[in-house]
């Protein structure tokens, strides 16, 4: 727990101290030429026994705030798919903001969608053809509804074991081990076991999906807003770097023909699933070069300059984090600042 506090007061002193910085002008070529930002869930705050997703979420009073922020310094916002165009002929103090969302989440078109229109911003939402057809569990969502029971899984065994855990430390020392378990070779396997142990305590992954993601009917349906954009994000979310070549292309093709099947187009963006080194390989980028997009983002944290132009498959992204929901902090990590601190 007081790791935890630590870490994320670290960060709000950093956050801070960008925010005093940009105000007094310094370091103002770090903001570069624009920012993506990204999202997951978008939803009203509901109060849970565990926060072990609680970054992944923000509410729509927060995501409104942002939008006027970055309004108020003169952002113009865009498509990510002109952000190519806009890196290689940029307008001088014009910065642009491209809005992304991951998975696919229904909250996305309830409460996220309706902050958008009242802007005139369009976004980009990322689909994982697993979760949309119901094929594929949501290990992290998974993982917090076990939590929530007060029981956590240890999946080092042969089979999962189910444990008690009493205090938000232990859940969020039980969520790091999940997940240091999941995000390796082997990660199908994992994700069974989990699966398993969630069902022999009465929860339901494939239930948890279908509550939370949208289907391809109710993607096709979406994608016909006209500030509404689909683009790529594998089929199971898995980590493409553990996997073999013949199984990242599968992965990225098919995930670009299913949002060219539900929509007519094909998409010409692509997101890594979990955006770091598991999925950014050389063999990864050129699996989505061969699936005919013309961009896919990462999560490195960054803004975007002119030698983004040069690595337009690998591009940074900027998080709404869900523990950090304050407009300033949006002007902060808009500024570049941050990035340039942290090194």
Known sequence: ML??????????AGLEASHLLRCAGAMASERGLGAIFTLHHVRPFVPASTDVNAHLEITPEFLDAAIRQLKAEGYRFVSLEEVPA??????????????TLDDGYRNNRDHALP???????????????GFSERSHTIWWETAAAILCREQAVDLGGSEPIVRDVRTSADMRAAFRSIAGAICAEGEDAMIGKLDRAAAAIGIDPGAIVEDLVMSGEE???????????????????????FLDPATVT????????????ITGRRPQTFAYPYG?????????????EDAGCRLAVTTSPGTLDRHSAEHLFRLPRISLNGFYQKR???????????????G
Not at 115 to 129: A, N
Not at 228 to 241: F, I, M, N, P
């Open 86 to 99: 806009l890196l290689h002929s940029p307008e001088p103090g014009r910065p642009f903001a491209a809005f």
């Open 250 to 261: 599968d992965e990225v093709r098919r995930s670009a023909d299913y949002v060219e099947e």
């Open 219 to 241: 993607l096709a349906a979406f994608a016909r807003h006209p500030l509404v954009t689909l683009g790529a994000h594998t089929v199971s979310h898995r980590s493409l770097g």
């Open 3 to 12: 790791r935890e506090f630590a870490r994320r007061g670290v960060i709000t």
């Open 276 to 288: 770091d080194g598991r999925s950014v390989t050389k063999e990864s980028i050129r699996a989505v």
């Open 115 to 129: 902050v958008f229109e009242r802007h005139g911003v369009p976004f980009t939402v990322f689909v994982c053809r």
């Open 328 to 342: 300033r902090y949006v002007s902060a990590l808009a500024s570049g600042i941050p990035f340039r601190l942290k």
